[in-house]
């Protein structure tokens, strides 16, 4: 007497018409998704450019997570333009850092660091209270340049697009700072 054959869930069966396996794959083998070499397993369906996937099956099938139906490729899709999004914002701004060069980049680090600022121009304060000369004309100097020169905010409205072509304060305005008076 034969075993009843196990209830299939309905995702993969509804998987199965949307992704036919590839005209490639033996389904009367023992294991579909075993590869020639004996060894690999490769996932039974077909692909959107009708290649057989590349994807691993999952250990309790044939098929791998999408095309069992477990996985929203949607989902995938949304994560990688996420991810790409966010590198883009990270290359644009490192662009605009590195046409800024290092004395921005060492303004961008104190000022990320505030708690650190803080502390530093604490001791260059009670140094100088403390009738310490060199602290007190180390301050406005380590001031200034953590912080730039005092000056009112420049507004610029510039397009992103091609941060290359920007004035250093222009770079500046964009980032939301303002530009030493050598950068007009």
Do not use: Y
């Not at 791998?64 to 994560?79: F, M, W």
Request: aromatic share 2%.
């Amino acid at each position: 007497m034969e075993a009843p054959e196990p209830e299939r869930d309905e995702r993969l069966i509804e998987a199965e018409k949307k992704w036919p396996p590839h005209a490639s794959v033996d389904l009367t083998a023992d294991d579909p998704a075993r590869l020639a070499d004996g060894v690999g397993r490769q996932c039974i369906a077909a692909n959107k450019q009708g290649d057989r996937c590349a994807s691993a099956p999952r250990s309790d099938g044939a098929r791998c997570n999408v095309h069992s139906g477990r996985l929203d490729p949607r989902a995938g899709g949304q994560a990688k333009a996420a991810r790409l999004a966010e590198e883009r914002q990270e290359a644009r701004e490192t662009r605009i850092q590195a046409k800024l060069g290092p004395r921005a980049a060492l303004q961008r680090q104190i000022q990320a660091d505030q708690a650190l600022l803080c502390e530093a121009t604490h001791v260059l304060l009670e140094a100088a209270a403390g009738g310490d000369l060199q602290a007190a004309k180390a301050l406005p100097a380590f001031l200034n340049q953590a912080l730039g020169m005092p000056g009112a905010p420049i507004d610029l409205a510039v397009s992103t697009d091609n941060v290359d072509a920007l004035s250093t304060a222009q770079l500046h305005a964009l980032l939301g700072r303002t530009a030493p008076p050598s950068a007009a």
